[in-house]
Antibody, heavy 127, light 109 residues
Framework: QVQLQESGPGLVKPSQTLSLTCTVSGGSISSGTYYWSWIRQPAGKGLEYIGRIYTSGSTNYNPSLKSRVTISVDTSKNQFSLKLSSATAADTAVYYC???????????????????WGQGTTVTVSS | QSVLTQPPSASGTPGQRVTISCSGSSSNIESNTVNWYQQFPGTAPKLLIYSTNQRPSGVPDRFSGSKSGTSASLAISGLQSEDEADYYCAAWDDSQRPVFGGGTKLTVL
């Protein structure tokens, strides 16, 4: 059974880069047709998609964060990572990593929901 | 401001049937499938419904999903106290990213 675990600093200073890693256990990050995502949730608020990566290295980012986000994958370590530059207090949130299965049928991509999530890690941006 | 619109709260009594709505647009709900997530305080979201009306293994058949046009709904029949949680709808957008609703807090009276 695949499990995800986020790790990284819980406190980041304003203007610095927020860096998190998601470690995949119980299976290979390269197996199957999945993409791997970062989602965040400010306290008391809803979920926000940050971006995703495929094991091919292809990425997609939320347009509202695109200029500050980099997601990378290290298949040898079974991990993928998030970097969010120029952090501000507005980036304070619980950060989750997740996976979603997809399938391409007749050139259309079908997605089957984020079925595995990490437990989440709280990141506070403050001096 | 979430892309998908959900009522902030919903409530029902044990045994009752409750529905939670999710409103979107032609670029997301109308042209793509919808997922629903259940979240308890302090825990990660859990996939409840995928592909609009499919339940992952282990999800009771009391939970069902549907959509019509630019709107989707989650129905919970035989409401139980343990269903008290936050519920989020999500759908892929034609901009190639998933978009979420703002969440609905379900209270079991």
């Amino acid at each position: 059974q695949v499990q995800l675990q986020e790790s990284g600093p819980g406190l980041v200073k304003p203007s610095q880069t927020l860096s998190l890693t998601c470690t995949v256990s119980g299976g290979s990050i390269s197996s199957g047709t999945y993409y791997w995502s970062w989602i965040r949730q400010p306290a008391g608020k809803g979920l926000e998609y940050i971006g995703r990566i495929y094991t091919s290295g292809s990425t997609n980012y939320n347009p509202s964060l695109k200029s500050r986000v980099t997601i990378s994958v290290d298949t040898s370590k079974n991990q993928f990572s998030l970097k969010l530059s120029s952090a501000t207090a507005a980036d304070t949130a619980v950060y989750y990593c997740s996976r979603e299965e997809y399938q391409v049928i007749y050139r259309k991509t079908y997605y089957y929901g984020m079925d595995v999530w990490g437990q989440g890690t709280t990141v506070t941006v403050s001096s | 401001q979430s892309v998908l619109t959900q009522p902030p709260s919903a409530s029902g009594t044990p045994g009752q049937r409750v529905t939670i709505s999710c409103s979107g647009s032609s670029s997301n709900i109308e042209s793509n499938t919808v997922n629903w997530y259940q979240q308890f305080p302090g825990t990660a979201p859990k996939l409840l419904i995928y592909s609009t009306n499919q339940r992952p293994s282990g999800v009771p058949d009391r939970f069902s999903g549907s959509k019509s046009g630019t709107s989707a709904s989650l129905a919970i029949s035989g409401l139980q106290s343990e269903d008290e949680a936050d519920y989020y709808c999500a759908a892929w957008d034609d901009s190639q990213r998933p978009v979420f609703g703002g969440g609905t807090k379900l209270t079991v009276l």
